[in-house]
């Protein structure tokens, strides 16, 4: 069975098509559609592009996309560096990427509404409990103020002279 370079090139030769052609028709780099013709992976980043671009080849050169993709799959399998998921970084794994990870599954709108939910029943219940403890007169333990006479006479105090 030919590979998936064998079987582009022998449908683009059998069209008629040159390179700069299949190019203009499907907006692909001459460089990767000479690297995919030629079989060379290892020019793409990740498989991803190897797989969108074969996709987009075979559609162009109407063969069967399943078929070529599936045996694109197979190929690429077998390459130890497209074998997997490419990781997205190289940097290792903290406490903080956990955590941000976690809160990033979180439904925000479900955890907005609990938040609005407590901080309600917080300023009702900080609310309830302020209004409770002034049962009693606040001014109670002052003692006498100025304008009352420290003996119990029943003395009034002196009005102001009127100024004339």
């Not at 991803?48 to 070529?68: E, N, P």
Request: hydrophobic share 40%; glycine share 8%; charged share 25%.
């Amino acid at each position: 069975m030919p590979t998936v370079a064998e079987l582009l090139r022998q449908a683009r030769e059998e069209q008629k098509l040159n390179i700069y052609q299949v190019a203009e028709i499907t907006k692909i780099k001459t460089d990767h559609i000479r690297a995919l013709e030629a079989g060379h992976y290892d020019a793409f980043s990740a498989p991803v592009y190897i797989r969108g671009f074969v996709r987009t080849y075979a559609k162009a050169l109407k063969l069967d996309v399943a078929q070529v993709s599936s045996a694109l799959d197979a190929e690429l399998a077998r390459t130890e560096r497209f074998s997997g998921p490419p990781p997205l970084d190289d940097r290792p794994r903290g406490a903080l990427d956990y955590f941000m990870l976690q809160l990033s599954k979180l439904n925000w709108r479900i955890v907005g509404t609990l938040l609005g939910a407590a901080v309600v029943l917080l300023v009702l219940f900080v609310s309830l409990r302020g209004c409770s403890g002034r049962k009693s007169d606040p001014l109670r333990g002052l003692g006498p103020g100025l304008y009352q006479s420290t003996n119990a006479t029943g003395e009034l105090l002196p009005l102001p002279e009127r100024k004339r």
